[in-house]
């Protein structure tokens, strides 16, 4: 029997961050959990192939666009169950029995592990801590939490919304009531915190999220996000 997880990672020159990324899933290989390594590429012009290649993942490509991206990753994906996971996030020591557990134990709810950032300090803890009781109280994890799903209950909510930013939260909305938190962690990168200040990232994140709320069309708020990335 094939192993029965598909780990689909949208990527964008991320060719420094995936060789950390597989090797935490390297547990999940060795176990007979992990059946592929899908890379779903938006574009990258650095060495991100060449990077998934020596890592043996399958490759796909097209435009750019987090919810497209992660689409046809599990489009070209083959198991019945799939870890959605960003390229910049590390999954704990014993993610796997973690992982396998739930997937064993006939559920149909979605799993997200709880938020870690690769940094030190009161302020990575503070927000990964927030960001644990947000997805816990009001069933609302982001995409760099990791989403260990079923592929029939991806499909009977109606599949990924093919969404250039903010897919991580249609997603959670669709699946309300049937997400559970997973005894693992998602060590994720502090980068974009670390570059423009905790205060200044957790605002403009809010903001984010309340224009999404409000109406904004999630092309609008992707262009937003990218002016804010150029500016000093």
């Known amino acids: 029997m094939p192993a029965p997880l598909s780990v689909i990672i949208p990527t964008l020159n ?41 890592l043996g993942a399958r490759w796909v490509e097209g435009a750019a666009g987090r919810g497209g991206q992660i689409k046809r990753g599990i489009d070209a994906s083959e198991g019945k169950w ?43 803890q503070m927000v990964a801590a927030g960001a644990n009781l947000r997805s816990r109280a009001f ?12 592929r029939d209950t991806l499909n009977s909510v109606g599949g990924m919304p093919i969404m250039p930013l903010m897919e991580d939260v249609a997603l959670a909305k669709a699946l309300k009531g049937r997400l ?23 605002f403009s994140n809010l903001g984010t999220l309340a224009r999404y709320k409000l109406g904004a069309d999630p092309n609008d708020l992707k262009r937003r996000y990218e002016r804010q990335k150029r500016s000093p």
Not at 35 to 50: P, Q
Not at 87 to 110: I, N, P, Y
Not at 139 to 150: E, M, N, T, V
């Open 14 to 54: 991320a060719a420094d961050q995936l060789p950390a990324t597989a090797e935490a899933l390297l547990e999940g290989v060795s176990s007979g959990l992990v059946n592929e390594v899908v890379i779903s590429d938006g574009g990258s012009s650095d060495a991100t192939k060449l990077v998934a290649d020596e």
């Open 139 to 150: 069933d609302l994890p982001y995409g760099d939490q990791g989403l260990l799903i079923a």
């Open 82 to 124: 799939l870890l959605l996971l960003h390229a910049d996030t590390q999954l704990s020591l014993g993610w796997a029995e973690v992982a396998h557990g739930h997937m064993t134990s006939a559920s149909t709810k979605a799993g997200w592990f709880k938020l870690r950032f690769r940094a030190h300090g009161l302020m990575p």
């Open 180 to 202: 559970v938190q997973l005894d693992a962690e998602a060590l994720t990168s502090a980068e974009r915190y670390q570059r423009d200040g905790w205060g200044k990232r957790i």
